[in-house]
C-alpha cells in the first residue's frame, strides 16, 4: 500500500519517513515515565472488549501484561479479569507524569532507600519538599532542578537547641525556601531552611509579643515572601506572621467572632498572603473560614453560609488551601462532603456526592481527600462508587480527570493517591501515589491545555453553534466532538449546563496538533500521531479531535498546523492556552494587563500577578515579554484569531510607564528600609 503523504509540509515528506523521529521530552518535574492502563492488553489506551478477548483467550496460562496479565503475577486469571471489568472503557488522560523520588530511591544523607514517601509540597518555581522516612531515619527533604536534598533528619542537630530532631510536620515551600515544625528531644519549634543552611525560626525558648514563651506550635505556611504559623502558651492559642526575626499575633482566642457569639477557641491552617490572613476558625458551636485584612476580621464564610445549588447551610469545613485572593477546601452540609472554591466572593461547588466522576461510565463520587487551589481552579482528591481513588482538576467550570486508580505509572498498579494543599505549580499538579506492591512515589501530572470549557467544536468561542451539537446528541453515547464535556461518555444534562455556564465566553484554544505540549506542532507530534494511530487514547496520544480515538482526522489537524506555534500553554487555573501578558485572563492584552504587572513588580508571583515568564518572580523579563505581546509579537494559534485584540502603544510610551514604576518601586523600598 502507498503510504500517504503530506502536501503542506515542505518537499512532501511521506507519512512513513517520520515513523522513527523520536519524540520530544514533555515538561514536567521529576523523569519522565511510562503510563498505561489497567485492563489494557493491546496497547491501544482504552480497556475494552478487545481486551477481554485477549484475557479470555490466554485465561489461566501464564504471560505478561500483552496476554492479560494485569497483576503482574505472570498468570491470566479471574483477579486479572476483575481489573479489566473495574476498569472498563477508561482511557489514558491528557497528561505526561514525571518522577521524583519512590521507595527505591536512595536516601540523601543517610544511605538505604526511602520506605514511605508524604504527598509533596511545591513552590511556583517547581521546587518540591516533602516528609520522607528510610529505614532508620525519617526527615524533610527538598527537590529542586533532579537533585535530592536532606533539609533535616532524626541525625541533625537541633538549630539554637541541643540533641537531635525526633519528629516533623508537614513543610511548607516557597521561592525555594521550606518551612516545617519539629519536635527535638527536650524541644519544639519551627525552622527553616534555604541556601543549604538551616535556621531556628522560633521556638520555646522564644518571648510571645503578649508575654510569656511558647509552649508548643502548628505546622506553618509559606507563600512567596509571607510566614504564617499557630503557637500556643498553655490554653492560649494565636496565629502569627513573622517579618524578618519579629513575631507579630495577628488573631487569637480572645479574638471575638465576626458574625458570630464570643470568641475563637482553636484557630487551624493559617495562611499568609503577605497582606491579608487567611484561617479556619472554631468557636462553640461555631466554624468558618476567615479573612483578616489590617484590623478587620471577616467572615468569608460560616455555618449560616448556604450551600451552592441548595438549601442547605454547611455543618463543617476543613483542609484550608490558598491562592492570592482565592481558596478552597473541603465541606460536609446536610450528611453530603464537597470541595467547594472560593474567589473573591464567589462560592463555586467543585464536586460534591451528587457529582459524575470525569472519566468514569456512571459512577458518582463517594468521598473526598485534600484539595489545593491554584489561581481560580481547584485540583482535589476524590473517590468513586467503588473506593477508586482518583485526582482530578476544576478548570473554568469544568470538571477533568487528573488520574485515577486506571492509570499504570511505571507499569505499577495505584492503590491510592495524595496530595498536600500546596500541590500545583502551573500547569502541574505534584501528588504522591501508593502502589499495590507496597511501594510509593512521588509524582508531578504535567496537563496538556484542554479546550474552553463549552466550546465543543473548538473555535475557541462557546456559542450556539455548540449549543446545535449538545442538542443534537442529547442522551447518545459520545466523545466531546460530540458535546461529551465532562467525559462520562454519554451527552446529558451534565454536558448542558457546563456549557450553559460559559456561553458566551471565548478563549484562544489549544494549538491542535501539539501532542507533546511543547507549544508548537512539529516532527515530534507526528511521530507520537503515528506510534497511536488506531488506537485509543488522548491529545498526548494524538486525539485532536476528541473522539477518543488517533485517526486520520487528527493527522488532518496535524497536516494544517504543522509548522505553527502557540503562546505557553495554560497557568493552572484557565483551563485554555493563556495569552502571554493576558493577566486577568480577559482574552486581551491591554492596560490594565500592564497595571497588573506593574503593581507586581519586583515581588513573587503566578502568571495571575504578571509573571509571564513562569519562573516565579515578576520582574523585568515579564515586562519585555508584555511589551512584545502588545505589539502581536507572540504568536497564538492562526486558526482562532484573539477576540478584541488592542492595537499596541508606542514603545516609548511603555517604556516611559515602566521607567516610572520602578521609580516609584525604589522610592518604596528606600521608604521601607527606613
Same mark, same amino acid.
Given at each position: 500500500m502507498r503510504a500517504a503523504t503530506i502536501s503542506k509540509l515542505a518537499g512532501a515528506v511521506a507519512l512513513s519517513s517520520f515513523a522513527g523521529l523520536a519524540q520530544a521530552t514533555p515538561q514536567v518535574l521529576g523523569t519522565v515515565v511510562p503510563v498505561g492502563m489497567v485492563g489494557d492488553a493491546n496497547g491501544d489506551g482504552i480497556a475494552n472488549a478487545l481486551d477481554l478477548s485477549i484475557v479470555q483467550q490466554n485465561m489461566n496460562t501464564s504471560g505478561g501484561r500483552a496476554q492479560g496479565d494485569f497483576d503482574g503475577n505472570g498468570i491470566v486469571n479471574s483477579n486479572d479479569l476483575t481489573l479489566l471489568n473495574n476498569n472498563f472503557e477508561r482511557r489514558l488522560p491528557s497528561a505526561y507524569f514525571g518522577k521524583v523520588a519512590d521507595t527505591a530511591t536512595t536516601v540523601p544523607g543517610a544511605g538505604g532507600t526511602f520506605v514511605r514517601l508524604n504527598a509533596p509540597v511545591v513552590d511556583r518555581a517547581g521546587n518540591l519538599g516533602f516528609l520522607g522516612i528510610g529505614q532508620g531515619n525519617y526527615g524533610i527533604y527538598g527537590w529542586s532542578g533532579g537533585v535530592l536534598t536532606r533539609v533535616a533528619d532524626n541525625n541533625t542537630p537541633v538549630p539554637s537547641g541541643t540533641g537531635n530532631f525526633v519528629n516533623f510536620g508537614q513543610p511548607s515551600i516557597a521561592g525555594g525556601r521550606l518551612a516545617f515544625q519539629a519536635v527535638g528531644t527536650s524541644q519544639e519549634g519551627i525552622y527553616s531552611y534555604a541556601a543549604g543552611s538551616l535556621t531556628k525560626v522560633v521556638n520555646k525558648l522564644t518571648a510571645r509579643p503578649e508575654g510569656g514563651v511558647f509552649t508548643s506550635f502548628g505546622d506553618p505556611t509559606l507563600q512567596d515572601s509571607a510566614f504564617a504559623f499557630v503557637g500556643s502558651a498553655g490554653d492560649n492559642m494565636s496565629a502569627y506572621t513573622l517579618n524578618g526575626s519579629v513575631v507579630t499575633p495577628v488573631v487569637n482566642t480572645s479574638t471575638p467572632i465576626p458574625g458570630g457569639t464570643g470568641t475563637f477557641t482553636a484557630i487551624d491552617n493559617p495562611i499568609s498572603d503577605g497582606s491579608n490572613y487567611f484561617f479556619v476558625g472554631h468557636g462553640i458551636g461555631q466554624f468558618g473560614i476567615y479573612k483578616k485584612s489590617g484590623s478587620a476580621v471577616t467572615a468569608l464564610l460560616d455555618k449560616n453560609t448556604t450551600v451552592p445549588g441548595t438549601a442547605a447551610k454547611f455543618t463543617s469545613i476543613a483542609n484550608l488551601s490558598q491562592d492570592g485572593p482565592n481558596v478552597s477546601f473541603t465541606g460536609v452540609f446536610a450528611g453530603t462532603s464537597g470541595v467547594f472554591g472560593l474567589t473573591g466572593s464567589d462560592l463555586q461547588k467543585v464536586a460534591d456526592t451528587t457529582t459524575m466522576v470525569p472519566g468514569d461510565q456512571g459512577s458518582h463520587f463517594t468521598n473526598f481527600g485534600v484539595s489545593s487551589i491554584g489561581g481560580p481552579?481547584?485540583?482535589?482528591?476524590?473517590?468513586?462508587?467503588?473506593?477508586? @481513588?482518583?485526582? !482530578?482538576?476544576?478548570?473554568?467550570?469544568?470538571?477533568? /480527570?487528573?488520574?485515577?486508580?486506571?492509570?499504570?505509572?511505571?507499569?505499577?498498579?495505584?492503590?491510592?493517591?495524595?496530595?498536600?494543599?500546596?500541590?500545583?505549580?502551573?500547569?502541574?499538579?505534584?501528588?504522591?501515589?501508593?502502589?499495590?506492591?507496597?511501594?510509593?512515589?512521588?509524582?508531578?501530572?504535567?496537563?496538556?491545555?484542554? #479546550?474552553?470549557?463549552?466550546?465543543?467544536?473548538?473555535?475557541?468561542?462557546?456559542?450556539? $453553534?455548540?449549543?446545535?451539537? *449538545?442538542?443534537?446528541?442529547?442522551?447518545?453515547?459520545?466523545?466531546?466532538?460530540?458535546?461529551?464535556?465532562? +467525559?462520562?461518555?454519554?451527552?446529558?444534562?451534565?454536558?448542558?449546563?457546563?456549557?450553559?455556564? =460559559?456561553?458566551?465566553?471565548?478563549?484562544?484554544?489549544?494549538?491542535?496538533?501539539?501532542?507533546?505540549?511543547? /507549544?508548537?506542532?512539529?516532527?515530534?507530534?507526528?511521530?507520537?500521531?503515528?506510534?497511536?494511530?488506531?488506537?485509543?487514547?488522548?491529545?498526548?496520544?494524538?486525539?485532536?479531535?476528541?473522539?477518543? #480515538?488517533?485517526?486520520?482526522?487528527?493527522?488532518?489537524?496535524?497536516?494544517?498546523?504543522?509548522?505553527?506555534?502557540?503562546?505557553?500553554?495554560? @497557568?493552572?487555573?484557565?483551563?485554555?492556552?493563556?495569552?502571554?501578558?493576558?493577566?486577568?485572563?480577559? +482574552? /486581551?492584552?491591554?492596560?490594565?494587563?500592564?497595571?497588573?504587572?506593574?503593581?507586581?513588580?519586583?515581588?513573587?508571583?503566578?502568571?495571575?500577578?504578571?509573571? *509571564?515568564?513562569?519562573?516565579?518572580?515578576?520582574?523585568?523579563?515579564?515586562?519585555?515579554?508584555?511589551?512584545?505581546? !502588545?505589539?502581536?509579537?507572540?504568536?497564538?494559534? $492562526?486558526? *482562532?484569531?484573539?477576540?478584541?485584540?488592542?492595537?499596541?502603544?508606542?514603545? =516609548?510610551?511603555?517604556?516611559?510607564?515602566?521607567?516610572?514604576?520602578?521609580?516609584?518601586?525604589?522610592?518604596?523600598?528606600?521608604?521601607?528600609?527606613?
Open positions: 481552579s481547584v485540583a482535589f482528591v476524590g473517590y468513586d462508587e467503588k473506593s477508586r @481513588p482518583g485526582i !482530578y482538576a476544576w478548570i473554568g467550570g469544568e470538571l477533568n /480527570r487528573v488520574i485515577d486508580s486506571s492509570v499504570t505509572l511505571g507499569g505499577k498498579i495505584i492503590s491510592d493517591l495524595d496530595l498536600s494543599r500546596s500541590a500545583v505549580n502551573g500547569n502541574r499538579v505534584t501528588f504522591q501515589a501508593r502502589f499495590t506492591d507496597g511501594s510509593s512515589a512521588l509524582f508531578s501530572a504535567s496537563l496538556l491545555a484542554s #479546550r474552553v470549557p463549552g466550546d465543543v467544536n473548538n473555535d475557541g468561542v462557546v456559542n450556539s $453553534a455548540d449549543f446545535a451539537i *449538545v442538542q443534537k446528541n442529547l442522551g447518545l453515547s459520545g466523545g466531546r466532538a460530540s458535546g461529551d464535556l465532562n +467525559g462520562d461518555g454519554v451527552v446529558d444534562f451534565h454536558d448542558y449546563q457546563i456549557l450553559e455556564r =460559559t456561553f458566551g465566553k471565548t478563549g484562544v484554544a489549544p494549538l491542535l496538533g501539539d501532542a507533546d505540549g511543547d /507549544r508548537k506542532v512539529d516532527a515530534a507530534d507526528l511521530a507520537i500521531l503515528l506510534s497511536n494511530l488506531g488506537k485509543y487514547g488522548s491529545i498526548a496520544q494524538g486525539d485532536f479531535n476528541g473522539n477518543g #480515538r488517533i485517526d486520520f482526522g487528527d493527522y488532518q489537524a496535524v497536516e494544517a498546523a504543522f509548522g505553527k506555534s502557540a503562546a505557553a500553554y495554560m @497557568p493552572f487555573g484557565s483551563g485554555i492556552i493563556p495569552l502571554q501578558g493576558d493577566t486577568n485572563g480577559d +482574552g /486581551r492584552i491591554d492596560a490594565s494587563d500592564l497595571s497588573n504587572l506593574l503593581a507586581n513588580l519586583g515581588n513573587y508571583g503566578s502568571p495571575w500577578q504578571g509573571d *509571564v515568564n513562569g519562573d516565579g518572580k515578576v520582574d523585568f523579563k515579564d515586562f519585555q515579554l508584555f511589551e512584545l505581546a !502588545y505589539s502581536g509579537a507572540v504568536g497564538l494559534s $492562526a486558526d *482562532v484569531p484573539l477576540p478584541g485584540a488592542v492595537l499596541a502603544p508606542e514603545p =516609548t510610551g511603555v517604556l516611559a510607564l515602566f521607567a516610572g514604576a520602578m521609580l516609584l518601586g525604589r522610592r518604596r523600598g528606600r521608604g521601607a528600609a527606613r
